[in-house]
């Protein structure tokens, strides 16, 4: 009797447990994406050029160099000075 019972609660945990890790895997997998987007600071700001017709990513009138965004307010990567975003093609002011 209790060698059949044995058996039995064997094949009913066995199929759950794939399932579970694969839950937690992508429980993990979230969490991490989640952490990446928060602490990485070096975001692309991308805009839509007014005299070039398509997005673009912003570059900072100093330096040219990428800029990253933080409270509506845009720095450049280079010099983290408060800057003004222009286009890396035409040059001129973004918005
Ligand atoms: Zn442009
Ligand atoms: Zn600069």
């Known amino acids: ?3 059949i019972v044995d058996v039995g609660g064997g094949e009913e945990t066995v199929p759950c447990l794939p399932i579970l890790i694969i839950l937690l895997a992508l429980i993990v997998a979230y969490i991490v994406l989640y952490l990446i987007q928060r602490f990485s600071g070096n975001k692309k700001v991308v805009r839509v050029c007014d005299y070039c017709g398509r997005a673009v990513s912003a570059v900072s009138e100093c330096h ?4 990253y965004e933080k409270g509506g307010k845009y720095f450049c990567s280079i010099c983290r000075k408060r800057t003004s975003i222009i286009c890396p093609n035409c040059k001129r002011p973004l918005h």
């Open 1 to 3: 009797m209790h060698y």
């Open 64 to 67: 040219h160099a990428p800029v």
